[in-house]
């Protein structure tokens, strides 16, 4: 027996109304159709549109205080608006957040809304370079490995996708729905990114294929957020300044040497669970205001060697001898620092711009802060 939905109104209001106020639901019959429970045929094929929903059909029967059958309850609910909005979801969030965001409502993500967020990028570092002797499908094979994995790590911290840019991944932490530990959540995302492209790597020794780097920037503050787009095309997305210095912050990673890099206004949120480098006091292109970025390296709770230690505290005196324009200190510490990692990139810019001020001294009031011309 088919099931579908009709309206008995009149065919000429039907036909200037894309959804009738009025319906009941009828079945095909030999002479035309009847409604639902009922044996007469007493509805024409005129009075009948058929729609396309999904539904939820529930069946109750209807008893008499002494069990006898009176009737049969048939309730209707219409599901293709939330099934639809469920399908889109999940490909962002997770199923958890996604039910959260629908329980709250369409609106959630309609209406544009300030939020105080933590904003994600990843790269992939020698793109170009890798890909250019891959054949189409072995590129988008690798794509979709990588962004699987990584992927995971934005949802088991809470986040939400953004979207894909090429090579480059966007995620937000902190909406649609708020997170009171948005930095945080932004933080084990990273660092678990971190770890699985160690395991995604060795897979792809074992294969004969070349490892991948990756850069990612992290940075926190207020954003604007909803639906923004056009009429053909629109997505919900955050815009603003945390998502421009979040970007800003993924490729510096390249210039400084690291896989991870984040703002002042990140480490300030989570600084007692972190250890960082800082690394510079910059002002990025187009802004006056400065701000200072660190070198993530890991959790506190995170034992680290006394190398390490004694790299690191070195590090840090020749970095506030360099704030001082004391030039001359500066570059003995960091010469000692890179007996200790002569690769270090973060030593070899602080040394170079050590020996520059020497030759040519900075104004007077010179702050320390590193000038950015690119983007």
């Known amino acids: 027996m088919r099931r579908c939905i ?4 009149n065919i000429t209001e039907r036909e200037n109304s894309q959804r009738p106020e009025n319906c009941v639901l009828v079945v095909p019959d030999v002479e035309g159709y009847r409604l639902w429970g009922s044996d007469e045929c007493d509805v024409v094929a005129s009075q009948v549109m058929g729609w396309n929903r999904s539904i939820n059909l529930t069946v109750s029967p209807l008893s008499d205080p002494q069990g006898g059958v009176r009737g049969g309850l048939v309730v209707l609910e219409d599901i293709s608006q939330e099934k ?3 399908t889109t979801l999940y490909r962002y969030m997770t199923p958890s957040v996604a039910d959260r965001v629908m329980a709250l409502g369409e609106d959630v993500l309609m209406v544009g809304e300030r939020k105080e967020v933590t904003v994600l990028f990843s790269d992939i570092r020698g793109y170009t370079t890798l890909t250019e002797k891959l054949e189409a499908a072995a590129v988008v094979s690798m794509l979709n490995e990588y962004f699987e994995t990584m992927v995971e790590s934005v949802f088991h911290c809470e986040g939400t996708l953004d979207k894909f840019i090429g090579d480059a991944l966007m995620a937000v932490f902190g909406a ?8 945080w959540s932004a933080v084990r995302s990273a660092l678990d990114m971190r770890r699985r492209l160690v395991v995604f790597n060795a897979e792809r020794v074992r294969q004969g294929q070349p490892e991948l780097r990756i850069g990612i920037g992290l940075s926190s503050g207020e954003v604007v957020s909803g639906n923004i787009g056009s009429q053909r095309k629109m997505e919900y997305t955050v815009i603003g300044d945390g998502v421009n210095l979040s970007s800003r912050l993924e490729s510096i990673t390249k210039q400084y040497g690291c896989d991870i890099v984040l703002s002042e206004h990140t480490y300030e949120l989570c600084k007692e669970r972190i250890r960082v480098r800082e690394l510079d006091l910059i002002r990025v292109k187009g802004k006056m205001e400065p701000v200072k970025i660190f070198e ?3 959790e506190c709770s995170e034992p680290i060697d006394r190398k390490t230690r004694t790299f690191l505290d070195l590090y840090t005196q020749g970095r506030e001898a360099y704030k001082a324009a004391s ?3 500066a570059i003995s510490l960091f010469n000692l620092a890179q007996a200790l990692r002569p690769k270090d990139k973060a030593v070899e ?4 711009r050590s020996q520059m001020y020497l030759l040519r001294p900075p104004e007077k009031d010179w702050d320390g802060v590193h000038v950015m011309m690119m983007k």
């Open 349 to 352: 810019l602080h040394l170079s």
């Open 296 to 298: 993530l390296l890991g």
């Open 176 to 183: 649609p729905l708020p997170l009171e530990n948005h930095a």
């Open 6 to 9: 009709t309206t008995v109104n």
């Open 84 to 86: 639809r909005m469920k």
């Open 327 to 329: 030039f001359d200190l």
